[in-house]
């Protein structure tokens, strides 16, 4: 069980699956594995956040940047952590979009 909160956390904060199975050193389908049995765990079989959403399934915007060290310490968005930029991008779009550019021919 605690392989399977270790992946879950690594997760959380943002790894790959690959990333975690090397600084854990288990192969990618371990992980994997571990990653679905500690999401079952914690959402049980309800619906669940997907591996890209999982880094903000907990984020608390209101109270993150009274306890967050480095997001205290910003002065630049880009100085904030990972996750206060992931969220404040959250419905950022791409570039063709915004411009109107038209992807698919008609």
Known sequence: MDLHVHVF???????????????????PSTVKSAYLAASRHIFGTKARP?????????????????????CLEAETPEEMCPKARLYADLDHKGQGVLTGYETVRG
């Open 9 to 27: 956390d690594l997760a959380e904060s943002g790894d790959t699956f690959k990333a975690i199975a090397q600084k854990l050193k288990r192969r």
């Open 50 to 70: 997907s591996k890209k959403a999982l880094p903000l399934a907990s984020f608390d915007w209101q109270g993150h940047c009274q306890k967050c060290r480095i």
